[in-house]
């Protein structure tokens, strides 16, 4: 795997299932970023969006994997609220979902996703869907 930048990961994953196959899938990839996880959509806005108008931390991240059914803040609205803000409208977000919807697609493109990836069923498609979101978004794209 080529080195990756530097830059850390956000997830925002309610499910306790699906956290524990997104960081598999991502270990499996050799991503050597640093995983920070959010497990509802307010603990996402919380940590990116602090009160008080710091970020929790001096860096943003380089790429948040943004699930969209989400407990108490859905992902929808943490995109929405992410993209309104100055301090995060240009972080790179992908809303890594199982919904197919053609409205929620829409929607999260109308409201600044960078990629909508449905989550796939079969785990080693699942793991070839993680390694390239890392490879784009760690390795190739210059963030704003």
Known sequence: MMEERDGWILLV???????VLMLDALQRCGVTAQIEIARDGAQALEYLLPKGGLTYRMNLPRLVLLDL???KVSGLEVLRRLRADERTKYLAIVVLTSSSEREDIRSCYDN???????KPIDFEHFIEAVRCLEMFWMLFNEPA
């Open 13 to 19: 994953e309610d499910s306790p299932d699906d956290e």
């Open 69 to 71: 059914k989400l407990r």
């Open 112 to 118: 600044g996703a960078n990629a909508y990836v449905r």
